[in-house]
């Protein structure tokens, strides 16, 4: 059956960053569409913010892209270039390889949830553009970037 | 600016299948969000369907995966297991190579809006459940099933 039933799909509670900085990430909640559709060559996440809460701490990948589709209430786009709000009906492209890390944050008093969807690549490096860490798809661990591992 | 301007992206009303067989797609309307947001490793497009349009013909194919978000609207999911609507806020999944072909039609009375989304690949081969066209990624070219051209 090619629908989805979403009320059945896991809901995945926080980030898998090392803390601190899981700590703005913690009452986002993930539900992975796609993979309970059964499909391999892209994420689609359903992802649910509440007031306050970060989609993730601010990144960019060197090998894969990034969409996000706003279905519900109103988040902050944070990037190199500035801050833009996003509301229900917008969308954004995050293109591979600029090195310009983003994140969204829920700034507003009522619940946003939002479609993300990525693509995978065995080489992908994600590097956050505020704090001293990386992961590498190759091994799944967090590291500093001087490749130093991360104590948790 | 990662945030795409939706207005500013272009309207593609139609489709490129050969005739008699685009007649159904006439009135969809595709707005193709993820290239104008210069990303290249998977499609995302805004389609709206009028009532009666069809998203495409029956089809599945053999290297890529596709899925689907409905924004707006009621749509019915028609593939060999059978019909299913789908309203807003319901989603599908196609893996790739199954073989089972699948459109959306929009057999209401209000416009549908959705978001298509599909992984690309050069080895991809789209077959028609319902008709005699296969089309190729490697030259795009529309052909019978057994190979011979479809006449235009």
Redesign the interface.
Same mark, same amino acid.
Do not use: R
């Given at each position: 059956?090619?629908?989805?039933d979403?009320t059945a799909v896991p809901e995945r509670r926080g980030s898998g960053c090392p803390p601190p900085y899981d700590s703005p990430c913690a009452t986002r909640i993930r539900r992975r569409?796609?993979e309970? &559709?059964?499909?391999?060559? +892209?994420g689609?996440n359903l992802m649910t913010l509440p007031p306050a809460a970060w989609s993730s701490q601010r990144h960019w990948h060197s090998h894969?892209?990034?969409?996000v589709?706003v279905?519900q209430g109103e988040l902050t786009?944070v990037?190199d270039?500035g801050r833009?709000v996003?509301r229900a &009906?917008?969308?954004?492209? +995050?293109?591979?390889g600029t090195g310009?890390g983003?994140h969204l944050v829920n700034e507003s008093s009522q619940v946003a949830v939002y479609?993300e969807?990525g693509?995978r690549?065995r080489d992908d490096l994600t590097t956050c553009s505020d704090i001293d860490l990386q992961s590498a798809n190759s091994d799944g661990r967090f590291v500093r970037k001087d490749g130093t591992p991360h104590a948790r």
């Open positions: 059956m090619p629908k989805i979403i569409l796609g309970a &559709g059964g499909i391999q060559d +892209f689609v894969e892209d990034e969409f589709y279905l786009l990037e270039q833009t996003l &009906g917008d969308c954004a492209a +995050f293109p591979k310009n983003h479609l969807v693509s690549h």
